[in-house]
C-alpha cells in the first residue's frame, strides 16, 4: 500500500466534482432540443489519412467539432516537459491569415465557444456554435490547428500563463490524473504543465519540431457533431486541413498498456472519498454498462437512501488509456465513512450470486430511456463523449458500434458470468481518499 497527502483545498475540490460532474453534463447547457433523434456515429477514414467520427443532425440548433490529436504530455522530451500543452497554447494564436484574436471574436459574436486543452495521451481544439455560423468558424479553427504561425513571440507570453494556470489550480493532480498514476506506475507522473524551467528551455525550434512529428493526419481524429451534413462537413475539411497527407505507416496507433494490478492506494483528504472497481476484459466491455447500472442502483439504495453515509454515488465505466474499468466512486462527509470500502466489496461481491430482479430491470430500462433522451437533446456533450473515447490509446481501429452505446439488457444469467470473471483480487482497484489514511 502507498500513502500520499493531498496538500491543496483546489485539489480536494476536483476531487469531489468528478460525482456531480456527470449530472451536471447531463442536464445540458438549458438549450432548446432541436427535432430530430441523432444518427449512430460513423466512423471513416479520409484520404489524407486523418479519421473522422460523426455524428450529424441536420435540423439540430447546435454543433460542436473536437479536432483531436492522439499525443500529448507523455510524448514531452525529457527535460521539457510541459511542451505538448505550451504548443497548444501557442497554435491557438493563429496562422498567418487567420488571427486567433479576430476568431475568438467571431465565435463570441456567434454566441458559441471553443478551448484547448492537453492530457498525457491527447491534445484537443474545441469548437461548439449555433448551427448557422458554425461551419465557417469550423474552418477557421482547422486552419489553425493545420498551420499555425507558431509566433516566437506568444511563446513567454503563454509560458506566464501557464505559470498563473499552476498556481491557480494548485499542484496536485485531480482524480483522473491521480488514478492514471496508480494504475499505470512510472508513466503517468510526469507534468502536463511542466515546471518554469523546463518552459523557459522550451524553444519555437521545439515547438515546431513536436508540431511536424506528431500534428499528422494520421495521427488525428476529427468529431464533428450537431446540425450539419455529411456532405458540408467533407467539403470543410478538403478546404481548410493544410497538412500534407500522411505517408503509410506515418503516426501508428498507439498501443495499449495493461494497467498495474492489484491497486490499493490511501491518500489523506479533508473528506472520504472511495473509488472501487475492477478493471474489465476487452471482451466485457459491451456488458460493462449494463452492470454498472445495476451497481449504481444498489449502491444508492442501501448507502445513500436507506443508510445515508454517502453525498453522492457514481458507477461507471471508465476508459483510461486504452483500458476499461468498472469503478464505483462514493463521496462522503459522515464519520462512518471508514466502512464505505468493505460495504462497495460487498456489493460487487454479491453480484456474482444475486442477479437482477424484474423490478430492477425496468428500473434500469427507465434510466435508458431518460439517458437517450439526454442524447437527443445535447448534440454538445454526445461530441465531448465521443472526443473522449477516440482520443484513448488503441492497438485497432475504432468499432463504431461501442460508440455511446446504451445498455441494453443482458442474457440472463450475464451479469453472474461477468461478476466471476472481473470481481477477481489481481483485478482490484481501490483508491481510498479519508481523514484517517496516512
Known amino acids: 500500500m502507498s500513502t500520499n497527502h493531498l496538500r491543496t483545498p483546489m485539489a480536494c475540490v476536483l476531487l469531489a466534482l468528478v460525482l456531480v460532474s ?3 453534463l447531463a442536464r445540458g447547457r438549458g438549450r432548446k432540443a432541436a427535432v430530430g433523434a441523432p444518427s449512430r456515429p460513423t466512423v471513416e477514414k479520409l484520404a489524407d489519412g486523418s479519421e473522422l467520427v460523426l455524428a450529424p443532425r441536420p435540423q439540430a ?4 467539432l473536437h479536432y483531436v490529436v492522439r499525443t500529448g504530455s507523455q510524448k514531452d522530451p525529457e527535460g521539457k516537459e510541459g511542451l505538448a500543452h505550451l504548443l497548444e497554447h501557442v497554435i491557438l494564436h493563429g496562422t498567418y491569415d487567420v488571427r486567433g484574436e479576430d476568431f475568438q471574436q467571431a465565435v463570441k459574436a456567434a454566441g458559441g465557444d471553443f478551448n484547448g486543452f492537453t492530457s498525457a495521451h491527447s491534445t484537443t481544439y474545441v469548437l461548439q456554435a449555433p448551427a448557422e455560423s458554425f461551419l465557417p468558424l469550423a474552418d477557421q479553427l482547422v486552419r489553425i490547428v493545420t498551420s499555425p504561425k507558431l509566433d516566437p513571440r506568444q511563446r513567454q507570453r503563454e509560458v506566464e500563463i501557464i505559470r498563473t494556470e499552476s498556481q ?3 499542484r496536485d493532480p485531480g482524480f483522473h490524473e491521480h488514478l492514471e498514476n496508480a494504475l499505470f506506475a512510472g508513466s503517468g507522473s510526469r507534468s502536463i504543465r511542466g515546471t518554469q524551467q523546463t518552459l523557459d528551455s522550451i524553444s519555437r525550434g521545439d515547438l515546431a519540431d513536436f508540431y511536424t512529428r506528431y500534428y499528422t493526419p494520421a495521427n488525428t481524429s476529427i468529431v464533428i457533431t450537431g446540425g450539419v451534413k455529411r456532405e458540408e462537413v467533407l467539403g470543410m475539411l478538403e478546404r481548410a486541413v493544410r497538412l500534407p497527407p500522411s505517408l503509410p505507416g506515418e503516426s501508428p496507433l498507439t498501443p495499449v498498456t495493461p494497467p498495474v494490478l492489484p491497486i490499493e492506494q490511501s491518500t489523506r483528504a479533508v473528506f472520504s472519498l472511495i473509488a472501487y472497481g475492477y478493471h474489465v476484459a476487452p471482451k466485457d466491455k459491451r456488458a460493462c454498462a449494463r452492470v454498472a447500472a445495476l451497481l449504481e442502483l444498489r449502491l444508492t439504495r442501501s448507502l445513500h437512501v436507506e443508510e445515508p453515509l454517502t453525498m453522492g454515488m457514481q ?5 483510461l488509456r486504452g483500458n476499461t474499468f468498472l469503478m464505483a466512486l462514493a463521496f462522503s462527509e459522515s464519520l462512518n465513512a471508514s466502512t464505505l470500502p468493505e460495504r462497495m466489496q460487498l456489493a460487487f ?6 442477479p437482477p430482479t424484474a423490478a430492477e ?3 434500469m430500462d427507465r434510466h435508458v430511456q431518460r439517458a437517450y433522451a439526454q442524447q437527443v437533446d445535447d448534440d454538445l456533450q454526445r461530441g465531448s463523449e465521443l472526443a473522449r473515447e477516440v482520443a484513448q490509446p488503441r492497438s485497432g481501429p475504432l468499432n463504431p458500434a461501442l460508440l455511446l452505446s446504451l445498455p441494453m439488457r ?4 450475464a451479469v453472474q458470468d461477468f461478476a466471476r470473471r472481473t470481481f477477481l483480487p489481481e483485478r482490484q482497484v481501490v483508491v481510498n481518499f479519508s481523514p484517517f489514511s496516512g
Open 61 to 64: 440548433a447546435w454543433a460542436s
Open 315 to 319: 458507477v461507471r465505466c471508465m476508459s
Open 349 to 354: 461481491e454479491r453480484l456474482g450470486g444475486e
Open 361 to 363: 430491470e425496468k428500473l
Open 410 to 413: 443482458l442474457p440472463r444469467g
Open 168 to 170: 491557480d489550480f494548485g
Open 22 to 24: 456527470s449530472v451536471a
